[in-house]
C-alpha cells in the first residue's frame, strides 16, 4: 500500500522558518518526481515545489522561490521542504505528492501528474 505521510508543520510567527518531510512507503520512487503542493482556506490548490529523485530537475512556484528549498534525505528517505522568511499567505495545508517522471514531461505544476497524495500537513503563519 503506497502512502505519503506529511509531518513538520505548525504554528510559526512571519520571517520564521519550517522544514516539512514527506515519508513515502510501498514501493520504489526512484522513477517519480515528488512534489509539494498547498491549499490555503477558501482557494484552490496551487504547486509549491517539484524535485526528480536524481535533483537535477528542480521547479518552484514564483512565490516560493528564493524562500523554500526541496530536498532529498537519503538517510531518512523522505523529501523535505524548507521554507525560510514565512509569510502570511503561506498560511495552508502543504501536501506531498508523487508523479511519475517522463522524459518529455518539462513542467511537474500540475495535479493531474501526481498519482499520489498525502493527507496533509497544517502550516500557519501569524503575523
Known amino acids: 500500500q503506497v502512502q505519503l505521510v506529511e509531518s513538520g508543520g505548525g504554528l510559526v510567527q512571519s520571517g520564521g522558518s519550517l522544514r516539512l518531510s514527506c515519508a513515502a512507503s510501498?514501493?520504489?520512487?526512484?522513477?517519480?518526481?515528488m512534489g509539494w503542493f498547498r491549499q490555503a482556506p477558501g482557494k484552490e490548490r496551487e504547486f509549491v515545489a517539484a524535485r526528480s529523485y536524481s535533483g537535477s530537475k528542480l521547479t518552484y512556484a514564483d512565490s516560493v522561490k528564493g524562500r523554500f528549498t526541496i530536498s532529498r534525505d537519503r538517510a531518512k528517505n523522505t523529501v523535505d521542504l524548507q521554507m525560510n522568511s514565512l509569510k502570511s499567505e503561506d498560511t495552508a495545508v502543504y501536501y506531498c505528492a508523487a508523479a511519475p517522471y517522463y522524459s518529455g514531461t518539462t513542467y511537474y505544476g500540475q495535479e493531474t501528474l501526481y498519482d499520489y497524495w498525502g493527507q496533509g500537513t497544517q502550516v500557519t503563519v501569524s503575523s
Open positions: 510501498g514501493r520504489s520512487f526512484s522513477s517519480y518526481v
